[in-house]
């Protein structure tokens, strides 16, 4: 069964990712790097056990990893192997003057981590303070039920209201609205559709989708083209936390909100900003 999250990078970045290594591993999760005991005897053996044995890989993408034979070579076995690779959004290390916009994007990496492979980790306790200085104790990692969804520039949460309305051709939706606090009914489990990705409602099992004609948002009991939707990492946003852009993909309108309530943009603007929580 596999057992570890791996790191693969270029050697231009161990000190950065040592340091990201050195805080997984301290937060609970456990992780494989080359120069941590993940290296022993035959080089190319070793490096196949790391891919073999891990639920996902984390890669370090630069300039110079994509140059690399070796990295390439680890990414392609990792793909032969099914080990989850793609799929996670990309977190943002760059530019980390700050010790607070490493938390943030560590926070992100162990979240993302968590979502998509929390159920194949064995997650321990975070490791104890020192007695001498007293912090307050890390919460125990945990996967969420589902991808969350704040407005970033209203603070509203994506929630299925439960509430059934009929739609003109006699289809049964319940109405989905905007919410000021997160709940059960603002989780949606993410699930792969062709070349997108359906959201289903974890209390509700609708699927989120999107109305043209009305301009709203409702959840459905069957998933159709108006339900499959394009999530992308927003990447003017320069917060380091998880900012991503959800776009309809049968109708190619990102999802926003104005005036308090949803509505479709066919251009991107700030309005269309959301944090993934």
Same mark, same amino acid.
């Given at each position: 069964?596999?057992?570890?999250?791996?790191?693969s $990078?270029q050697?231009?970045?161990?000190a950065?990712?040592?340091?990201?290594f050195d805080?997984?591993r301290?937060?609970g999760?456990?992780?494989?790097?080359?120069i941590?005991?993940?290296?022993?005897?035959?080089i190319?053996d070793?490096m196949?056990a790391?891919? #073999?044995?891990?639920?996902?890989?984390c890669?370090?993408?630069?300039?110079?990893?994509?140059?690399?034979? =070796?990295?390439?070579?680890e990414?392609n076995y990792?793909? =032969?192997r099914e080990?989850?690779?793609?799929g996670?959004l990309?977190?943002d290390?760059?530019?980390?003057?700050?010790?607070?916009?490493?938390e943030?994007?560590?926070?992100?990496?162990? #979240?993302?981590?968590?979502?998509n492979?929390?159920?194949?980790?064995a997650?321990e306790?975070?490791?104890a303070? #020192?007695?001498d200085?007293p912090?307050?104790?890390k919460?125990?990692l945990?996967r969420?039920?589902g991808?969350?969804?704040l407005h970033?520039?209203?603070?509203l949460y994506?929630q299925?209201?439960?509430e059934?309305?009929v739609?003109?051709?006699?289809d049964?939706?319940?109405?989905?609205?905007?919410?000021?606090k997160?709940g #059960?009914?603002? $989780?949606?489990?993410?699930?792969?559709?062709?070349?997108?990705k359906?959201?289903r409602?974890?209390v509700?099992n609708r699927?989120?989708?999107?109305?043209?004609?009305t301009?709203?948002?409702?959840s459905e009991?069957?998933?159709?083209v108006s339900e499959?939707?394009?999530?992308?990492?927003?990447?003017?946003?320069?917060?380091h936390?998880?900012a991503?852009?959800?776009?309809?993909?049968?109708?190619?309108?990102?999802?926003a909100?104005q005036?308090?309530?949803f509505t479709?943009?066919t251009l $991107?603007?700030?309005?269309?900003?959301?944090?993934?929580v």
């Amino acid at each position: 069964m596999p057992s570890h999250i791996m790191l693969s $990078y270029q050697w231009d970045d161990q000190a950065l990712v040592k340091k990201i290594f050195d805080r997984l591993r301290e937060d609970g999760l456990p992780v494989w790097m080359d120069i941590e005991g993940g290296v022993t005897g035959n080089i190319n053996d070793a490096m196949a056990a790391g891919v #073999e044995e891990a639920a996902v890989i984390c890669p370090f993408m630069t300039p110079a990893y994509q140059a690399s034979r =070796s990295c390439k070579k680890e990414l392609n076995y990792a793909d =032969s192997r099914e080990v989850i690779t793609a799929g996670l959004l990309w977190v943002d290390f760059r530019n980390l003057e700050k010790d607070e916009r490493f938390e943030m994007c560590v926070s992100s990496l162990e #979240e993302e981590i968590m979502y998509n492979a929390g159920h194949l980790l064995a997650v321990e306790e975070p490791r104890a303070e #020192e007695v001498d200085q007293p912090e307050p104790s890390k919460p125990h990692l945990k996967r969420k039920p589902g991808r969350g969804f704040l407005h970033a520039l209203s603070k509203l949460y994506i929630q299925d209201a439960g509430e059934q309305v009929v739609d003109p051709t006699g289809d049964t939706r319940n109405t989905v609205e905007l919410n000021e606090k997160p709940g #059960e009914r603002c $989780y949606w489990e993410e699930i792969k559709a062709n070349g997108a990705k359906y959201y289903r409602n974890v209390v509700t099992n609708r699927y989120l989708g999107f109305d043209a004609v009305t301009n709203q948002v409702h959840s459905e009991a069957s998933p159709s083209v108006s339900e499959e939707w394009l999530m992308l990492v927003d990447q003017t946003d320069q917060s380091h936390q998880r900012a991503v852009i959800i776009k309809n993909k049968h109708l190619g309108k990102f999802l926003a909100v104005q005036d308090g309530g949803f509505t479709g943009l066919t251009l $991107y603007n700030e309005d269309c900003k959301w944090f993934l929580v």
